[in-house]
């Protein structure tokens, strides 16, 4: 089994670029795709990157997905940093059928 | 329009069987590729995926919890029921099921979530 390792939180002021990096314990990022999912307090998760780096049909380009071999982690960035932007970001890939979450990013927008 | 549902009971005893059901519309699960998910998040914490059901019946259960779990489907009533045996309090949670894309690994539509108390 692996594990996905996200740091607690993370902030930035609105119009400032923030991101969020997601660390995998065992076996390689590329080998499998990153998800990423936004959750807003009372509500339920919604994907906003799917296969390390696409975007769902209604998510701003602002928004984007990467992944690095070198430290083996993927990234969510964030640009032009809005208030609606506060919420609790989750990674999450799988490996020989187990899905995996990372433990969550608080964004707090300043 | 893709949509999910989840119900079930609201508490539950320690030591007893929590049955959960998935009520979902606009997809079929006899469609090839697609899944649908359960997932559970403890109040304040993080996500946890439980077990997925795909269109071929085959199953996958997350490794710490795989002997306590079942997941099943009944496609004439558009439904997937989870089943976890002798809950203990730190099962406590919102439970959500949600729809895995044939064409991705993502898990694409969510349901609202429904929160199950483990307390005597």
């Known amino acids: 089994n692996f594990m996905l390792t996200q740091p607690h939180s993370v902030s930035g002021s609105p119009g400032k670029t923030v991101t969020i990096s997601c660390t995998r314990s065992?076996?390689?990022?590329?080998?499998?795709?990153v998800q990423w999912y936004q959750q807003r307090p009372g509500s339920a998760p919604t994907a906003i990157i799917y296969e390390d780096n696409l975007r769902p049909s209604g998510v701003p380009d602002r928004v984007s997905g990467s992944i690095d071999s070198s430290s083996n982690s993927a990234s969510l960035t964030i640009s032009g940093l809005k208030t609606e932007d506060e919420a609790d970001y989750y990674c999450?890939?799988?490996?020989?059928?187990?899905?995996?979450f990372g433990g969550g990013t608080k964004l707090t927008v300043l | 329009q893709i949509t999910l549902t989840e119900s079930g009971p609201t508490l539950v005893k320690p030591t007893q069987t929590l049955t959960l059901t998935c009520t979902f519309s606009g997809f079929s699960l006899n469609s090839s590729g697609v899944g649908v998910t359960w997932i559970r998040q403890p109040p304040g914490k993080a996500l946890e995926w439980l077990a997925l059901i795909y269109w071929d019946d085959d199953k996958r259960y997350s490794p710490s919890l795989k002997n306590r779990l079942t997941i099943r489907k009944d496609t004439s009533k558009n439904q997937v029921v989870l089943t976890v045996t002798n809950v203990e309090p730190v099962d406590t949670a919102t439970y959500y099921c949600?729809?895995?894309?044939?064409?991705?690994?993502?898990?694409?539509?969510w349901g609202q979530g429904t929160l199950v108390t483990v307390s005597s």
């Open positions: 999450q890939s799988y490996d020989t059928s187990n899905w995996v």
């Open positions: 065992s076996g390689s990022i590329g080998s499998h795709p």
């Open positions: 949600a729809h895995r894309a044939a064409w991705s690994t993502v898990f694409d539509y």
